[in-house]
Each structure stands twice: as C-alpha cells, then as structure tokens.
DNA sequence: CCTTAATCCTGGAAGC
DNA sequence: TGCTTCCAGGATTAAG
C-alpha cells in the first residue's frame, strides 16, 4: 500500500466512518483519502492508521470481525457483503481495491487532517504497545491497581494491544491466576507475565494470527494460531502442563479460561 | 476509583 | 427440519 495513490473511495455505510474534530456535515471523499498518496503505515496496539503524502490519515480499528483486503485488479472476493468501505489504489505494481469487510461492525474508521492530529486525539489514551513494552514499566502501571490481572491485560488504557486471547494464552504461560491483584504480582511474575505476551503475540503473528471465525490477513489466508492455543476456548480439556481439566471463569464480561493448579492464585 | 449490565451487530452452533 | 437461545478476536456508557 505504501506508495500507492487512493484514486477511488466507494463508502457504503456513512455510519461506519467518524470525523473527530472540525467541520460538521458528510465526510467527504478526500477525508477519506481520495486523491492523497499513501506514505507509511502505524499501528498502536489494536490501532491502525493510514498517513499519507498530503497530510490526511485515517484511524481504523477492526473490532471483533473486521478485516483488510487487498484485492488485485481482475480478482474477486468470494464474501461479498458486509464491505462497508473500499479504496482503489493505483501503484507501481498496478491496480486494485483495499476492502474492508466488518460483518458485526464493531469496528470503524475516523478521518483526521494530520497525523499529529490522530494521536492527539484517538490515540491518547492508549497505554503503551504491548510488543515493546519493558517490564519496569508495566510493573509501574500495575502497582497503580488492585483490579484482576486479568481485567488489566484487557484494559487498552493500561497497555495496548492485548486482547481476551493472549491475555489467557499469555497468563497461562506465566502460571499466574487471573484473578491476582495487578499491584501483587512479584518483580519476577511481571517479567515472565511481560516474556508470556511478548512470546505469545510474536507466535501468533508467525502462524499469522488467530482465526476463530472470520480474521483474515489481507490476502485472504486464515491464522493458524487458533490450533495451537493452550487455553483459550479449552475449558473442560486437560491442561496442557498437568492434565487437570481446565476451568471457565468470567472477567470482565469476559469468558477466561485458566488451569486451577498451574495458575495459582498467591 | 471500582464493578456490573446493557449496548452496538451478524452468524454459527447447540438445544429442543 | 425449523425454531429459539446462547455465544463470539472489542469497547463505550450508564448505573450503583
């Protein structure tokens, strides 16, 4: 995508994209990146944004079931609906569409004049990446809690980029229950918590992801993490360190599941 | 501060 | 087979 122009924007959903600041009205096609060049891409934890030549950039985040295509000119999508956004790009390498596809629309875009704009004002909040985060640091952020571990892995405002996958796959790992108190993990659980997600994540990107239904890459091949997930939807099964059946827990909202005896509570 | 429930959606699986 | 209920990679909001 880098590189490429943005000749096109086909919007069939105007409530899937928000303009976050400035004027009011339709969101326009240049917003949208219509007639801008493509310059770099950045993520932030679960963030993605699109910065181009000619200042405007676009936040995006995937939500439960979104995801990105890159469709070459001359092929097509077998999963035609739910494409709430797409753009036709023109690079060297020659013509064809970005497509986002978000079956339950939990995800979205939000349209930004600038770079600088977007980090100021979606990107704020965010706790720091969790694929270069340094252990001191997290030790720091979860003395400031009493609140489950759990509920902190989660929390995008404490660190970003950790969902309910890895937060299991990552505690499992480091043997500490979900339940703890972020503030009572020891110097040495935090760094083998902050090695766990750092492991776990970089894994699951090397088998492409975690596909559980609808995650695609952008060239359309499912992630093959889901196979080789140790906990994550495996309540009932024996556990993969000692064999005892693993146990369904519910934190924040979320369905946890962990081993009783290999993630202690202390 | 904290937790919970409700909400935004579609669709696949399980239960009857 | 068909209908209903529950559940799912996320995040925000209101209420208590």
């Not at 122009?5 to 600041?21: H, Q, S, T």
């Not at 004002?121 to 003395?143: E, K, N, T, Y």
């Not at 750092?198 to 060239?219: E, W």
């Not at 000692?242 to 369904?248: Q, T």
Request: proline share 4%; net charge positive.
């Amino acid at each position: 995508m880098v590189g490429a122009r943005v000749i096109g924007v086909k919007l069939r959903r105007r409530d899937f994209v928000e303009r976050c600041a400035g004027r009011k009205g339709r969101i326009t096609r240049c917003e949208l990146l219509e007639g801008s060049t493509i310059s770099e891409l950045q993520r932030h934890g679960k963030n993605l944004a699109i910065l181009t030549l000619q200042g405007p950039a676009l936040g995006i985040h995937l939500g439960m079931s979104g995801h990105l295509r890159y469709v070459a000119r001359g092929e097509t999508l077998a999963e035609n609906n739910h494409i709430h956004c797409e753009w036709n790009l023109k690079s060297a390498r020659g013509k064809g569409r970005l497509v986002f596809r978000d079956p339950r629309r939990f995800g979205g875009i939000w349209t930004f004049a600038s770079i600088a704009d977007l980090k100021q004002r979606l990107w704020q909040d965010l706790g720091p990446d969790a694929l270069s985060i340094d252990s001191d640091v997290l030790h720091a952020r979860f003395a400031r809690t009493e609140r489950a571990i759990k509920a902190v892995l989660l929390d995008q405002h404490v660190l970003a980029g950790v969902g309910n996958i890895y937060a299991d796959e990552a505690l499992f790992s480091a043997g500490i229950h979900p339940l703890k108190p972020a503030n009572r993990l020891t110097d040495v659980q935090t760094k083998s918590l902050t090695s766990a997600i750092q492991s776990v994540m970089n894994a699951a990107l090397d088998s492409g992801g975690s596909t559980i239904r609808s995650y695609t890459d952008a060239d359309g091949n499912a992630g093959r993490f889901a196979e080789i997930h140790r906990v994550y939807d495996q309540a009932g099964e024996p556990c993969p360190n000692c064999a005892k059946p693993l146990r369904n827990m519910r934190v924040s909202q979320r369905t946890t599941t962990y081993c009783p005896r290999c993630q202690p509570i202390r």
